[in-house]
């Protein structure tokens, strides 16, 4: 099947910003989300987009979606050690959430 | 925190042995899916379910099968465990596809077959 990409690993300087993209497929896609998965625990929601928005802030998160390219970016403002984590993209197909592999965020001292 | 739990957490088994993992939810939501997590493979949807007795397979569907007898628990059956099932296992739940589509994960299992 058709996948949803990102990037595997990104690296940041504690206090810098983060920014995660991710490229998805199905054009149709309603919502567009970012999950959170800490070491040992299950994923968890971060932040979703509606298909017809292009631009979501919530706090220190920013998303950017360019429908035209099928590109959807997360932004972490003043990365924290607590954000080390892996992010999944992921997008609405059907009745089923399909995931990328996961970026994993290591924060730098 | 959404009620969801899964049983065992861990377990390890033997190659050719049957397995059944349990994900309970207090949530009362209609869907709930099975995943395995494998690295470089990021997430992957085995089974899931659209209501009691419905079940649809997902993208690694094969030496799985699944049952849901009730609203609040879906069961996940290796008939016959092989070490390419060695895996982490998390169970998710979501009220209604048709709206926001958010999914809850329960913790995960860690099975290992040697």
């Known amino acids: 099947g058709e996948d949803v990409e990102q990037s595997l690993f990104l690296s940041v300087r504690e206090g810098d910003s983060s920014v995660i993209n991710c490229t998805y497929t199905d054009s149709s896609s309603t919502y567009l989300y970012w999950y959170k998965q800490e070491p040992g625990a299950g994923l968890q929601l971060l932040t979703y987009i509606f298909s017809n928005m292009d631009m979501k802030q919530d706090q220190r998160l920013t998303v950017l979606l360019n429908k035209k390219d099928k590109h959807l970016s997360l932004r972490i403002a003043d990365t924290q050690t607590g954000d080390s984590a892996i992010y999944f993209c992921a997008e609405n197909r059907d009745d089923k959430i399909i995931f990328g592999k996961g970026t994993r965020l290591h924060i730098l001292p | 925190d959404a009620g969801i739990t899964q049983s065992p957490r861990h377990k390890v088994t033997e190659t050719g042995t049957p397995v059944t993992l349990r994900c309970h939810q207090t949530e009362n939501h209609r869907y709930m899916y099975w995943y395995r997590q494998d690295p470089g493979h990021g997430l992957r949807l085995i089974h899931y379910?659209?209501?009691?007795?419905?079940?649809d397979k997902g993208e690694v569907s094969d030496g799985y099968s699944v049952s849901r007898s009730k609203t609040e628990d879906f069961l996940l059956t290796l008939e016959s465990a092989t070490s390419s099932q060695t895996s982490v296992y998390f169970c998710?739940?979501?009220?209604?596809?048709?709206?926001?589509?958010?999914?809850?994960f329960g913790p995960g299992t860690r099975l290992t077959v040697t």
């Open positions: 998710a739940i979501s009220e209604n596809p048709g709206q926001t589509y958010e999914q809850y």
């Open positions: 379910s659209y209501g009691v007795k419905d079940t």
